[in-house]
């Protein structure tokens, strides 16, 4: 099987001001992070899309041999990105991972849970409290793809109906995906090392 792995990386930020791919993480940044991540998955062809601050990420970022779609239309939310880079999905692709370019904190073995199931045109990840990214959709689903709109057009897709989805259940709640200031206090105060208690005296 040949599997196509596709972090979105394109975005605005415009809830934070200014690129949230940039922000200071475990010692390089954000993106870094989710990157390093996804190359442990192992993907058969490795993609990202970039846009907004495209430039900066270019020259602060590891981008390594991560194949770099650009998407001029970032602005229309993340289904231009979605739609871009499905236009260089290899030939072979069975079907594409995707990953969103402000969640570190994703497993590469749930991951390998999910195309585990690629039989399944849509399989998602079940976490403890919620369904959530990655996402596997096979490549009949592709040319649908293509074709969304707006910000969260893949959960629209996914709750259609129209094709079958496989939850897959995975430890852990939702990794925080960083979209502001908030989430990305709470992102860097769950990644703080726990503090023991001081040791009790007896009086």
């Not at 079940?126 to 910000?151: I, T, V």
Request: hydrophobic share 40%.
């Amino acid at each position: 099987m040949f599997v196509t792995g596709l972090v979105l990386a394109a975005g605005a930020s415009r809830r934070l001001g200014e690129p949230k791919q940039l922000l200071a993480y475990r010692g390089s940044t954000l993106l870094d992070a989710t990157l390093s991540a996804a190359r442990a998955c192992g993907f058969d062809q490795f993609l990202v899309t970039l846009g907004a601050a495209s430039e900066q990420v270019r020259s602060s970022v590891n981008l390594g041999t991560a194949e770099i779609v650009e998407n001029p239309e970032y602005a229309t939310r993340c289904s231009s990105s979605i739609g871009a880079a499905l236009r260089v999905v290899d030939d072979r692709a069975d079907g594409l991972v995707l990953l969103l370019g402000d969640q570190p904190g994703i497993n590469p073995e749930d991951v390998a849970r999910l195309t585990a199931h690629a039989g399944a045109p849509i399989a998602v990840c079940r976490y403890r409290n919620s369904l959530g990214h990655p996402m596997w959709f096979r490549r009949e689903l592709f040319a649908e793809l293509s074709q969304l709109h707006g910000d969260k057009a893949v959960w629209k897709l996914l709750h259609s109906g129209r094709y079958g989805v496989r939850e897959v259940p995975v430890l852990g709640v939702v990794p925080i995906d960083v979209d502001t200031w908030q989430d990305y206090e709470g992102l860097l105060a769950a990644d703080e090392p726990a503090i023991d208690d001081p040791p009790r005296t007896n009086q």
